[in-house]
């Protein structure tokens, strides 16, 4: 029955951006319900192996990492869900692979999930500027240096992207983000059947079938003669 109802999301693969000290609820919580709703979703990092999560201020637990920014790129992937945290998006700000990759996103059209104080990444990037958005509200100040417009609400959606403050507003996070990425499911090319997708090849046989009569015909005629 949850199969059945489930599942807005078969065939979108999401790339969760994340490095140490991700929010651990920030990546474990969306990547579970979109893993649910049955996106495919591959944690893209700075470097292979696994990266530490963050409770607030106490080490988290590890998750694996399954492919590097020097291994993909955004055309690889249909969204991308940064999550927050202290450490982590301070990290990949600095990356020049990082910033590039959400460049990219952007520049395809594609949907971003932005959590806590993964924007920091969006600011350095030079993505947010006219862009409504919220955040951890203690990063508001950047944002707004950086030319965004912020707002103190659990989601702000604004075209492609939408976000959210904190821990506290996950709920709402996924609800929103689900919503946003189902919007931007890969089309799928509907396979048709050898008789519908080659009908020329129905009027060559026929033609070349038309012809060898055709020939043989004045081949007998020329015998006769």
Do not use: Y
């Not at 707004?144 to 912020?150: P, T």
């Amino acid at each position: 029955m949850g199969d059945a109802m489930g599942k807005k999301l078969k065939g979108l693969r999401v790339a969760v951006l994340a490095a140490d000290g991700f929010e651990q609820v920030e990546l474990t919580i969306p990547v579970k319900k979109l893993r649910r709703e049955g996106a495919q979703v591959d944690i893209v990092s700075l470097r292979p192996g696994a990266i530490r999560g963050m409770n607030l201020l106490l080490p988290g637990k590890k998750v694996d990492v399954d492919t590097t920014l020097h291994e993909t790129k955004a055309a690889d992937f249909d969204a991308l869900l940064l999550p927050g945290g202290f450490i982590n998006p301070d990290s990949l700000r600095q990356s020049e692979l990082a910033r590039e990759f959400v460049r990219d996103f952007e520049r395809l059209g594609r949907p971003i999930a932005v959590i806590c104080h993964g924007p920091w990444l969006l600011a350095s990037a030079d993505l947010v500027r006219g862009r409504r958005l919220t955040s951890w509200p203690g990063i508001q100040d950047d944002l707004r240096n950086a030319g965004g417009i912020w707002e103190d609400a659990p989601v702000v959606r604004d075209g492609t992207w939408v976000s959210s403050r904190g821990p506290h507003d996950l709920p709402q996070f996924e609800h929103a983000m689900v919503a946003l990425f189902a919007e931007h499911l890969p089309v799928a090319i509907p396979r048709e059947s050898p008789k519908e997708a080659r009908p020329w090849l129905g009027w060559l046989v026929g033609g070349l079938a038309v012809a060898a009569v055709g020939l043989g015909v004045r081949a007998r005629g020329a015998l006769a003669v």
